[in-house]
C-alpha cells in the first residue's frame, strides 16, 4: 500500500466554524507534513511531524493546530479560520532512507 | 537563501513532440524531486534524484550536481501528460523547497 488518503475532499467551512482535517498512511512512514497550496502557487510546508512528534513548525497561526494520535494518522484541527485559508490542504508522508515524500490527493478548502 | 528556479513557467507542445523543462537551484542538496499535478489536486512523485539519471516509462530525469540543475524529459508527449510540473529541492531530511512549475499542455 503506498497511498496516502486525506478526508474529506472538500470542506466548506464559516469562520466561526471547528472543524478538522485528517490524514492516514499505512506504509510505516515514520514523517508526516502538512502543506497549503494557493492557486497556481508551489505548496508551503506547514508542519513536520517525526515520530509522532511536531519537529517543524513554519510559524503558522494558531487557528492551525496539527495532531498525530499514532504513527498512521495526522490531523489538522481549524478554527476561526479567515477566507485567505482558503486552499488546498495536502499531506504527505516519508519514510527513514530515501525520505521520498508521497501526497495525498489533498483537502480543498472554502472558507465563507 | 534557498532558491529553485524552474523554466519555462509554461509550456505548449504538440502530441509526439520531446519536451524538457529545466530547475535550478542555488546551494547544495541532498536530493532533488520531480513532481507531477493534475488540476484538481494530487501530487505525484515522478522521480527523486541525487545523481546521474533515471528513466520511468517515457519520463527522463537528469541531475547535474557540479552545475546544480537538473531536466525533466518527456518523449513523445501525450496529451495526457498535461499537468503542472514542479521540482522540488531537499536541502536536509525533512525540510523541501518547491520550484514555482510548469504548467505543459500537450496539444493532439
Known amino acids: 500500500d503506498t497511498e496516502v488518503t486525506q478526508t474529506p475532499k472538500h470542506l466548506v467551512m464559516g469562520m466561526t466554524n471547528k472543524k478538522s482535517l485528517k490524514c492516514e498512511q499505512h506504509?510505516?512512514?515514520?514523517?508526516m507534513y502538512w502543506y497549503k497550496q494557493k492557486a497556481k502557487k508551489p505548496p508551503e510546508l506547514m508542519f513536520v511531524?517525526?515520530?509522532?512528534?511536531?519537529?517543524i513548525n513554519e510559524s503558522v497561526p494558531s487557528r492551525f493546530s496539527p495532531e498525530c494520535p499514532n504513527s498512521s494518522l495526522l490531523n489538522l484541527h481549524l478554527h476561526a479560520l479567515q477566507p485567505e485559508d482558503s486552499a488546498l490542504y495536502l499531506c504527505?508522508?516519508?519514510?527513514?532512507?530515501?525520505?521520498?515524500?508521497?501526497f495525498g490527493p489533498g483537502t480543498r478548502l472554502t472558507v465563507t | 537563501k534557498n532558491e529553485v528556479e524552474q523554466s519555462p513557467q509554461n509550456l505548449t507542445a504538440q502530441e509526439g513532440e520531446f519536451i524538457t523543462i529545466n530547475c535550478s537551484y542555488s546551494?547544495?542538496?541532498?536530493?532533488l524531486h520531480w513532481l507531477q499535478q493534475h488540476p484538481g489536486g494530487g501530487i505525484v512523485s515522478l522521480f527523486m534524484?541525487?545523481?546521474g539519471k533515471k528513466k520511468h516509462g517515457r519520463l527522463i530525469a537528469t541531475i547535474n550536481i557540479q552545475e546544480k540543475h537538473s531536466s525533466l524529459h518527456i518523449t513523445a508527449s501525450h496529451p495526457r501528460d498535461s499537468a503542472v510540473y514542479i521540482c522540488?529541492?531537499?536541502?536536509?531530511?525533512?525540510?523541501?523547497?518547491f520550484g514555482t512549475g510548469t504548467k505543459l499542455q500537450v496539444i493532439p
Open positions: 504527505a508522508s516519508s519514510g527513514q532512507g530515501s525520505y521520498e515524500q508521497y
Open positions: 506504509m510505516g512512514h515514520r514523517a
Open positions: 511531524y517525526s515520530y509522532e512528534k511536531l519537529s
Open positions: 546551494v547544495g542538496i541532498s536530493a
Open positions: 534524484l541525487s545523481s
Open positions: 522540488a529541492v531537499r536541502f536536509g531530511y525533512q525540510k523541501v523547497t
